[in-house]
């Protein structure tokens, strides 16, 4: 999560401060705080270090070069302004060059030279820390004299001031981190791919980082590969370019031929690195110390330490080339578009891969010079990271703009891709061990498709543990994360909105956490997280990076959604191949020989899997069984099949099945369907709500919910009853006709209870009991024994999703001073029960399914719905649930109502667009004789449906886990195959 607002532990115990999880959050880069973020931010990049060859194949441009002290002129220059290599034979290089004492850098930097890097660091750190501190107390000053709260940012003077401050603090920032190379040019580098966050003068400044460092001397490269290669190997290299192609922190990269003509770089390591990079990073663990002395909050020493454990893996660049050639057949297995190099030869101080062409990926106008589709490339590059995270589990973590280029192979091609990237430098590649790797992928998954049960699981997974458990604010965190890229273009309007977004649920949080606790008005939050992985940094870290590419390149990219998709098939490759379904149709289908059911089958092998989903089908007519088929998965990450007996959240179809409990009282006469409710339940109240108006959608209580109700308080069956006995109707009873989404199941159900004096769910047992009825259905909750494999998991079909907003309830005015912009209960998302259940996929979770919610989240499958509503309809000698006279009472629509109105996506909502008669939704059907007859029956949102003629004794169960909200071509298909038997089509209605 990015708004933890106060410290963070790791499994180990490890104290982690606030910023950490506010590193993508816009307020902590307030002008005023910019110094700590910079420390902050080099924290996040310790493990860097040793990878830091930022651009090892870039194409630079260089006038002069030094070459063994000697000042070369410029050279030659290809029509692109690129130079032309001059090759000179390796092998006489070596034997010409002079020995004993010439100038070549020691392999260990002097005591002299440690202690002048370790004044040159301590003073940057002095500098910058007393030019902010006074730049706080001027911009306090400032604000005092603007009227201007600690919050408020945009005045023109205050701007005018902090941009002057950053200009002159980037200026000598990048001055000092050129000096002193190694370790500070990564920070550099990393803050300069931040366009998302960082102001502009440092990104202007600290950009020229990514160009590379100045050249070392030749002599120095060239005792290095002299010590690195064998004499084999010096004989493969046949030409080397003795000017750098570029040259970095860690190492200087030449231009190369082989004996065999190939075109080659040789990434060079630098003399004395290493010791250099130990002492940087022992001057950083003291700098952190003093940061968190004054400031508190800023505490990275853990995170720093956490980093170290990865350098000394970073210096041999054996474990580079394995890494590259890992990556590579990763990405080519996957269809991934992008150019990894390949590798020659690999010691650990020299490392030869092919030379690739190109340009680098932070030059825009190079881009558009060469055509590049800027959205194709960065689709590319964030796929690529896709699927090394979450498919191989092997990712390089450091993304920056330096290490991504864009090939020129094919520029100016007819018909040449001009997008394709090149990645380089895979020093820094991280790992996740098989159990990690699928709990970031279910993470991802989860985040994207709202499965708050999945994320938890995650968390579970991977060791992160909350303090609290306030899971609607957990996904809140996780979508705003991983959520799409900003343009540059609107980068500055949206931090500034996410600012005070961010500011504002801040402030909620608090007050949320006063109410609850009694508190002093300014206690601190609760720390929301105990302990995390190690892993979460380098993950959030890559996040980061990318997203900062797409905002330089001025792109929007659907960041979570092409994570998701790679993550998707980490967790179906999770499940043994033995459990997987290894046909489209469940092989019980084969049990039933019927034209219809062969067809059925046949139809479904026509359907791709991703389209199809999971689904039961089945069609009784007069008791018997006609087809019955099973076919698909459990759900999108699921890939067990669905079977016959699997059980299907079927949304509003479980009110077809509580109307018939409260027909069955009316048939009884234990109920009068003109009287007022309150005759039966006299707390209600409402003398003017019939049990009428109640089965027909007419009382005007469609949206009776309360307004700051969170999920936990909907799924309390006695809490929301009682609600029903105060709330007041919106508009007069039996004037219009409102889709009862959720209070259905309270009002209606709640009757059923106060007229028998028993639970609703016993009563229906009783009469289903009576009629024969043994059945796998669940209207009064799932119970806990009911193992997650039996259960269809439910997903989204994307393509087309209506706007399901329901109508908003008028905001109360309360006494008690919250009806402000930092309400809790106007942010903060546990307050958002009825938007929570609007969500389908939230009846994944656990204790959804196991709540009293008849009118949303009865369980069943295809076969037991078809049984019921046969049951209703029985003739001949069969005892039926309900008479003729009933059922063609419950049929009949009322003159002037139709269906139900428009508000709130309604169809959507009821799955159909069929009208009211009593507890049923009723199409109109013409039958073979030429007659029009009306059906029984309901449907469900995203596409379950029941439907049950009398005259025919024909009905259909259908029920899916793949929720369309348009028109879904299975459902269609499927619906029309079997109609299509009895001589029927499928009415535009349904």
Known sequence: P???????????GARIPESIRMTNDMNIFSPSRLFFVFLATAAMTTTTVVSAMTSSQKIANRPTVETNNVTRPPVAKSADDVRVPEYKNLKEMISAAPSGKEVVAPAEPGLVTKLLRRANVFKLFAVLFCRYKLAQRTDRRLRRELGLGADEDGHPRLDGFWEDVHERNAAEMTRAIMSLEGFWVKVGQYLSSRADIMPGPYLRHLSGLQDGMPARPWGDTLRTIEEALSAEQREQVEGVD????????????????????????LKVRHRGVASLMRQDMENFRVLLGVLAYFEPDFDFGAVAAEYSAEVRKELDFRREAVNMEEVRTLLLAHGVRAIVPRTALATEAVLVMDFCAGVPVRDTAALDRYGVDRDRLLARVCAAWAVQMHVGGAFNADPHMGNVLVSTRDAGV????????????????????????????????????????????SFDEMGLKMNRHDPFEDMAAMRRGFESTVPKSQAKKIKKEKSESNSRR?????????????????????????????????????????????????????????????????????????????????????????????????????????????????????????????????????PRPVAPSTLFNVFSVSKGLLSIGLLRLVQEKRVRVDDPVSRYWPAFGKDDVTVRHVLSHRAGLANAIPEDASLDTLLDWAFMKKHMEQALPEHEPGTKTTYHYLTYAWICGGIIEEVTGRPYDEFLEEIFSEADLDLDLFLGGLPEEIDDNRLAVLSV????????????????????????????????????????LLNPTVFNMRKVRAARLPSANGHASAAALAAVFDAAIADGGRAPLLTADTVDAARCVPDGTGGAGDGMGQAALRGDAAAFGLGFSTHEFVLPDGTAARSIGHAGVGGSVVVALPELGLTVAFVTNRLSFGRSDVRSALLGAALKEF????????
């Open 2 to 12: 990015d708004e933890c607002p106060c410290d963070i532990r790791r499994n180990d």
């Open 242 to 265: 003795v000017a750098p192609l570029s040259t970095a922190s860690l190492a200087q990269v030449h231009r190369a031929t082989l004996a065999d003509g190939r075109e080659v770089v």
């Open 414 to 457: 007819e018909g040449g891709d001009a997008s394709v990237p090149v990645l380089l430098d895979f020093g820094l590649t991280k790992r996740f061990d098989p159990p990690m790797k699928v709990a970031f992928a279910r993470l991802m998954h989860s985040s994207h498709v709202n499965d708050v049960d999945g994320l938890l699981r």
């Open 506 to 638: 801040m402030d909620a949080l608090r007050k949320d956490q006063q109410e609850e606790e009694g508190g002093e008005k300014k206690q601190k939050l609760r720390n929301p997280v105990e302990a995390w992985p190690s892993e979460l940094v380098f993950f959030g870290r890559v996040t980061n990076m990318l997203k900062g590419m797409c905002t330089h390149l001025d792109v929007a990219h659907p960041y979570l959604e092409t994570m998701a998709a790679a993550a998707l098939q980490t967790l179906r490759d999770d499940v043994p191949r033995e459990e997987r379904a290894a046909t489209t149709v469940h092989p019980d289908a084969a049990a039933l020989s019927t034209p219809l059911q062969r067809r059925l089958a046949a139809a479904l092998e026509r359907f791709p899997a991703e389209e199809l989903g999971g689904l039961q089908i089945c069609v009784l007519h007069k008791g018997r069984r006609v087809a019955d088929v099973a076919a698909g998965t459990l759900g999108a990450a699921n």
């Open 797 to 836: 079909d994307r393509k087309a999703l209506p706007k399901m907003e329901p109508r908003p309830v008028p905001e109360r005015t309360p006494d008690d001073g919250t009806d402000d912009r930092t309400s809790p209960k106007k942010i903060l998302a546990k307050y958002r029960g009825r938007e929570q």
């Open 983 to 990: 001589g029927l089509n499928v009415p535009s209605s349904l």
